[in-house]
């Protein structure tokens, strides 16, 4: 049977993909035990073995062996086979063309600006100096134009760069879809200003006991030990170290005592997502069906997670008891004012600490920089009073240095455009599959009441997990809700929360 | 310079072991995860990404586009080169031979008799049933003797096969340096039984109290956490990821309190060895003479610091209020009852839990057993009998059945045969090291109980770390002592020990 399997140009080229997907994951541990295990000094030579695999994997997706694997397995494809054989085919030919099309000159520019671009922009941040930054930009943003260039698809640069986390996006769509959240959400944040006030902040958990609090929710959420495991890094994340392990971290915050906890929720969507994606039959793992379909599909589960359970006020209620107890004492009263607690609904100057109700705004003004750096010619120099000018515009503050402004995020540094945009759709792709997901289930909050994850959990996997890339964002929104993606949604839960939370 | 370098057929080499040494680990840093942070359920996928990167690794030491790069260096050497650039390629060409003599099909078909092995050795010990793991145990034996052969060394089986562990090592020597210890270590065992009773073991200590302690001991011992990283695994072990990244890792064990300390020693005595190879320098890192000499020397340092410094009086003086403080009482009385507690001095069935005084009488077995199967045609259903009877004769204990018996290692599952040794030698080199030591810095107890074991590192770092490979261990030992390495340092160490445990 393998050696049969072996014979056909289907076979070979699966076989080489399970090696390709041996070598991604490589790469994945050894970013995994950077983050969580690695002392400092061994930062320059874990440097050199990521570029090695980096170098072996680009190899492997651009080299001739590889584009003969993908010529034959289209010719063998029969009139009649498998819609997902022939999808399958159809994603690697699209990866493979971009992937030949760099010149690998280029290719490695590339990669050695991103190197001087983290520096000098972790510089630059700790010095609140935008022009230690500035030119590095200015070079990150001509060779993705240049990149662009060379990919040459039917579409603008900046939609060009965004393809890889964001399949089929247009700008166009985007502003359809951002408008909405551009004009309402201002009043929203006006309206919560005049929320009861938050209850006093003057309250922070023990390591062990907010350590105590996760493994909890985790275990309830569907933790699993042998095929899981959990770490403390510098910046919470998830990843896939292979096809039955799975990682996720956090980090104890000292006075911000629900960080480690949400960003544990937020996280552990992340895995579930990848744990729930398809592995076991012909088209799956190792091919592309078998992968998350779009980075916006990824974050509106992790966002699922952290915001429509998490921050729930039937979530706030069970959980009140175990909070106060950690605790040794009660800071809010009752589980209303908790659930008031987990839900500040006050802008900020930082996107990563944005709640729900102002993150997609931080999102909306990035979205439109990028644009102006890549597409209408906005010299670099100008960003940080675009940028600024944008955050009294959108949020109504104002930063008091570009650290907390244009400086604040990583994905500039390198060279990462295209990105943002999905922290936003996962906004909205979660609040509209949760209308799906509550028309048939019945009320999230009632689920959560009952303590009946479990269904929820087995609705998303059912609905969202299992088809891995069978089709793109916008076509799974529609697929499931049998509307197309809309703003809406989103802007109605919130509207809904807001009032509950003013009730 | 590095165009020039490049240009030389030196430079080149230089470059290709460089990336090598990124591959190995890479390799050792996916073992780390596995021991660390890996959930059970990744273990197929780990077995194969490390298989991946064996084969890549096998690929790389045995091409031909290595073999030419030795040979333009080799033909690039000047008369009058350094001895270090070419005792470098001595060392290379040495290794590359045997990689060229085995027979791929050989190299796979061991692999997988090992894994077998593994997997069948682990149920046979769980089971107690030898029979179960005879047959590997007989493939492994009859596949270890054709590699020997095709290795065509002008040495016995065995010898061929230790040279891996153990450079130059003969059976002839062996036997020269282990009689003393068979003749002698019978009887100190028998006089050790005189010796005042052990303190009641009815103590034990919290987790957190036992990494406390081990934390303590390391800080003293020059830890910075800056290079190194400490965690928790079922074993006890250290490993190089970098040149400047260093792991160790050791286990709480539930009611041996001293485990986790001692073990920690001995790991940090491996880590600083690591650590203190040369790496700046033409002739070092990536370069054979960059790297340890041997397991035995190895070893020798980790027994150093475990038996040499942790196990010593004046140590247990200064560790016994910090371990009564741990613990929230006096379990011993004072310090010299602490000490007689770190130092059991019984004779045990279990290797690795013996202590400095029968620990060489299980590898003396072990030796003589491993010459037996690959030399002496002893059929492996005999192996049992032959481990019991030896184990009575020299240890005057019969095991109960096979687990606790010739099942207890791990080594013959893997078919690693020529290892066990080392260990053995690790504590000659130690004691003779030792009187060289105390010689030029005064006695070792002194110094340690002034606090001084700066100068037992620097001094050690001097004379043995920074030599790498220059000089085989026995060619160390002369260096460093003035003699030949010799059993008798180790017996006056253990008859002094003995006796100031008795007074």
Not at 100 to 106: M, T
Request: hydrophobic share 40%; proline share 6%.
């Amino acid at each position: 049977m393998a050696s049969l399997d072996q014979a056909s140009a289907h076979g070979r080229l699966r076989a080489y993909l399970h090696t390709t997907q041996l070598l991604g994951s490589i790469h994945s541990t050894l970013y995994y035990d950077q983050n969580t295990a690695m002392p400092a000094a061994g930062a320059p030579w874990r440097g050199e073995q990521l570029a090695l695999l980096a170098r072996q994997l680009h190899g492997r997706q651009s080299c001739r062996e590889y584009s003969d694997l993908v010529a034959a397995a289209e010719a063998e494809l029969a009139t009649d086979a498998d819609p997902g054989a022939r999808r399958n085919l159809v994603l690697l030919r699209q990866e493979l063309e971009r992937q030949r099309r760099l010149d690998p000159v280029l290719v490695g520019r590339i990669a050695e600006a991103q190197a001087r671009g983290y520096a000098l922009w972790q510089q630059a941040k700790a010095d609140q100096n935008f022009a230690l930054f500035s030119p590095a930009l200015a070079e990150l943003v001509s060779l993705r134009q240049e990149q662009a260039r060379q990919l040459a698809e039917p579409r603008s640069c900046w939609e060009t760069l965004a393809q890889t986390f964001e399949p089929d996006i247009s700008k166009q769509r985007l502003r359809e879809l951002f408008e909405p959240l551009r004009q309402q959400l201002p009043g929203l944040l006006a309206q919560a200003a005049s929320l009861p006030p938050l209850p006093p902040a003057n309250w922070d958990l023990q390591e062990a006991a907010q350590d105590q609090l996760c493994e909890t929710l985790l275990l309830e959420w569907g933790y699993d030990a042998s095929r899981c495991q959990r770490s403390r890094s510098p910046h919470p994340f998830s990843t896939t170290i292979g096809p039955a392990d799975f990682r996720i971290t956090t980090r104890i915050v000292a006075g911000l005592p629900f960080s480690a906890f949400l960003a544990t929720a937020h996280e552990w969507g992340h895995s579930l997502y990848e744990q729930g994606l398809p592995r076991s039959g012909e088209h799956f793992f190792p091919w592309p069906l078998g992968e998350a379909t779009s980075m916006a599909v990824h974050e509106s589960q992790s966002i699922f997670f952290e915001c429509r359970l998490a921050r729930s006020a039937a979530f706030a209620e069970r959980w009140y008891p175990r909070f106060r107890s950690a605790l040794g004492r009660d800071a809010w009263g009752n589980g209303r004012r908790f659930w008031r607690s987990i839900n500040p609904m006050r802008a900020g100057l930082t996107r990563v600490e944005a709640d729900e109700l102002s993150y997609c705004l931080h999102i909306v003004l990035r979205f439109e920089l990028e644009l102006a750096l890549l597409e209408e010619d906005l010299p670099v120099e100008e960003l940080p009073e675009r940028w600024n000018s944008g955050m009294e515009q959108l949020l109504g503050l104002r930063p008091g240095h570009d650290g907390e402004g244009c400086l604040q995020d990583v994905h500039w540094s390198e060279g990462l455009f295209g990105y943002f945009p999905s922290y936003a759709l996962g906004h909205l792709i979660s609040a509209q599959l949760s209308e799906a997901m509550a028309a048939e289930l019945g009320p999230i909050e009632a689920q959560i009441a009952a303590g009946n994850e479990a269904a929820i959990l087995a609705w998303l996997g059912r609905k969202v997990w299992l088809l891995g890339r069978r089709v793109n964002a916008e076509q799974l929104v529609e697929q499931i809700t049998g509307r197309p993606l809309s703003a809406e949604p989103f802007l109605a839960y919130l509207r809904d929360k807001l009032a509950r939370l003013a009730d």
